[in-house]
C-alpha cells in the first residue's frame, strides 16, 4: 500500500511539473524596470521619431505591448522615482521635485520598494544607475532592499560643470557642487569630471545589467536600469556619436536603444525570455528649452515639469514572452505607480502594510482591455499642489501657475532656454479622446462630467491634500529626514 501512495505522489509530482510550472522555467519570473530620463512620448520611432530609429524598442513593442496612455506621477525627477518604487504618488510620502546634492531628506526606510517587497520573495536585487531619492548613506540603494548598486547618487547635472562642458566660476551657481561621483555599493569608486565621462555611462550600466543576469540565471532576479540621459548634459560614446540624423540627441536614444538590446540578448543567451518581464519606460517628459538636446512629447502639451500630458505621458513597452500577448497595444490609463502592485501579483509578493495608490494591471498585460484596472489619476506637482484630476477620457485642469515653455525660443548646443515659471493657467475640461493636446476646453458643453471631477477632487485634496486650496491631507506620511 505504501508503495502504491508512493507512485501515486510521484505521479502526481510529474503531473505538477508539466502542467503547472514548465520545469525549464522558474516558479517567479525575473522582473527589469529599464527606466529613461526626460525621454518624451514621441522619443520611440514606435511614437513617430523622426531622423534615427530604436529598433530593439520597436521589438519590444511587436514581441509584447506597447501603452499610450502610460503616466508618470509627477513630471520630475525625485518624486517620478519614488513613486515608481514605492507605487505611491511621491506627495503621499514627502518626496517632491529634485533633491540636490546633501539634501536633508530622501526616502524614508519605513516606505517599502519595489526590491524590498521581492527581496523577501527570494530575489536578487540590483540597480544599475541613477538614484535620485536621497544622497546620503542612509537614503541610499542598499539600505532600500537592493543587494547591489552601481550608479550616480542624483541628476548629472548636478557637478561644477556649466552646459558647455567647462568647470564653473567661483561664483556659478553650481559652484558648490560636489565633483559627480560614480558610486559602487555605498562607496564612491570614481568621479564623473568631464563629458567624454559621461558618455561611458550608459554602456556601464549596460555592463553591469549584462553581468547581474548572467551571475543570476538560475535565480529571481529584479533589475532597476534608471538611465542617466537623455537628460542633460548629454553625450554618446564613440560607437554611436555622429551616427543618427537627429544630431547628439539622437545618438544618445541610439545609445538607450542599443543598451536596451544587450540586455533582451543576454537574456535570449540564458533562455529567460519566457521567464522574465521587461518593462522600458521614463520618468517624464523633455525639457523642450534645451531645444535639439531635448525630445519630443509626439504632439502633447507642455513637457518636464508641467502637469499637462507632455509633461506626464510616456513611452512604455512591456514584454514578457508567452504571457503579454505579441503586438498588442494598450490605450488603457495606467501609471509607474501601478508597478509595485502588478509586480506584487506575479511574484506573489506582500504589499506594504500602509495605504498605496497603485492597482494591479496584470490584466491589461494579458490583453484583457475590458477590465480596466485604473479609472483616475491625480496630477500633483510641486511640494503638494493639485494641478488636474482625471477620470476615463477626461481631465480638468485647475487654476494654477506653473511652468511653459509655449512660445518661447529653446536654447542651442545645450545650453537651457528661458521657460515662464509661473504662467497662470485657467480652469478647462479637456476630452483627451479627441484632443490629446488639450488646447480646447470644453466645461460649458459637459457641467456633469465637471461635477464629477469635482467630487473626485474632493475626494484627493481630503486624502492628499492640496497647497493650491490651503487643505492639509489626512493620509500623507514624511519623507526620511537625515543631518549631515
Not at 514548465?22 to 525575473?30: D, E, L
Not at 544599475?128 to 540603494?141: E, M, N, Q, S, V
Not at 564623473?192 to 535565480?219: G, P, W
Amino acid at each position: 500500500m505504501k508503495k502504491c501512495i508512493g507512485i501515486l505522489s510521484l505521479l502526481i509530482g510529474s503531473c505538477l511539473v508539466s502542467f503547472g510550472q514548465p520545469s525549464k522555467f522558474k516558479s517567479k519570473p525575473n522582473i527589469i524596470v529599464i527606466f529613461a530620463d526626460d525621454m518624451g512620448f514621441g522619443d520611440l520611432s514606435a511614437n513617430g521619431a523622426l531622423n534615427y530609429q530604436t529598433p530593439n524598442l520597436d521589438g519590444m513593442a511587436a514581441n509584447g505591448m506597447r501603452f499610450t496612455n502610460f503616466l508618470s506621477a509627477q513630471a520630475v525627477c525625485s518624486a517620478s522615482r519614488a513613486a515608481l518604487l514605492t507605487g505611491c504618488y511621491p506627495n503621499r510620502i514627502g518626496i517632491s521635485g529634485a533633491l540636490f546634492p546633501y539634501a536633508k531628506k530622501g526616502l524614508h526606510q519605513e516606505e517599502k520598494t519595489i526590491a524590498e517587497m521581492l527581496k523577501e520573495q527570494g530575489y536578487s536585487t540590483a540597480i544599475f544607475g541613477k538614484w535620485h531619492l536621497g544622497d546620503h548613506p542612509d537614503f541610499l540603494p542598499l539600505q532600500h532592499g537592493f543587494d547591489e548598486f552601481v550608479g550616480l547618487p542624483y541628476s548629472n547635472d548636478m557637478w561644477p560643470v556649466d552646459e558647455n562642458g567647462v568647470p564653473v566660476d567661483t561664483v556659478h551657481r553650481k559652484n558648490h557642487y560636489p565633483a559627480l561621483p560614480l558610486i559602487h555599493g555605498n562607496k564612491k569608486i570614481r568621479s564623473i569630471n568631464t563629458l567624454e565621462d559621461q558618455a561611458e555611462l550608459t554602456a556601464t550600466y549596460t555592463k553591469e545589467a549584462v553581468r547581474f543576469i548572467n551571475a543570476h540565471q538560475n535565480d529571481p532576479f529584479f533589475i532597476y536600469l534608471p538611465h542617466s540621459m537623455p537628460h542633460v548634459p548629454i553625450a554618446a560614446s564613440d560607437r554611436f556619436k555622429g551616427k543618427s540624423g537627429q544630431g547628439i540627441y539622437g545618438d544618445v536614444i541610439m545609445e538607450i536603444d542599443w543598451s536596451v538590446g544587450e540586455v533582451l540578448k543576454a537574456l535570449r543567451e540564458n533562455g529567460l525570455e519566457e521567464n522574465t518581464l521587461v518593462v522600458f519606460t521614463s520618468d517624464n517628459g523633455p525639457w523642450l528649452n534645451y531645444g535639439e538636446h531635448a525630445g519630443s512629447t509626439g504632439g502633447l502639451r507642455e513637457g518636464k515639469g508641467v502637469s499637462f500630458e507632455g509633461g506626464q505621458r510616456v513611452p512604455c513597452v512591456m514584454q514578457w514572452k508567452g504571457v503579454v500577448p505579441a503586438g498588442k497595444v494598450c490605450n488603457e490609463l495606467s501609471s509607474t505607480i501601478d508597478l509595485l502592485p502588478t509586480f506584487a501579483t506575479i511574484s506573489r509578493g506582500n504589499l506594504p502594510v500602509h495605504k498605496i495608490d497603485g492597482v494591479d494591471i496584470l490584466p491589461l498585460l494579458k490583453g484583457d482591455f475590458s477590465s480596466r484596472p485604473r479609472k483616475e489619476f491625480y496630477y500633483y506637482y510641486r511640494t503638494n499642489s493639485l494641478e488636474a484630476v482625471r477620470r476615463d477620457q477626461w481631465k480638468l485642469v485647475f487654476p494654477h501657475p506653473g511652468r511653459s515653455y509655449e512660445g518661447l525660443q529653446p536654447g542651442k548646443n545645450g545650453h537651457r532656454g528661458p521657460t515662464l515659471e509661473t504662467r497662470p493657467f485657467p480652469l478647462a475640461l479637456y476630452d483627451l479622446r479627441r484632443d490629446p493636446g488639450e488646447r480646447y476646453d470644453v466645461q460649458e458643453s459637459h457641467p456633469e462630467i465637471m461635477a464629477e471631477l469635482q467630487k473626485l477632487a474632493e475626494k484627493a485634496r481630503k486624502d492628499l491634500g492640496d497647497e493650491l486650496t490651503g487643505i492639509d491631507g489626512t493620509n500623507n506620511r514624511k519623507s526620511g529626514q537625515a543631518t549631515w
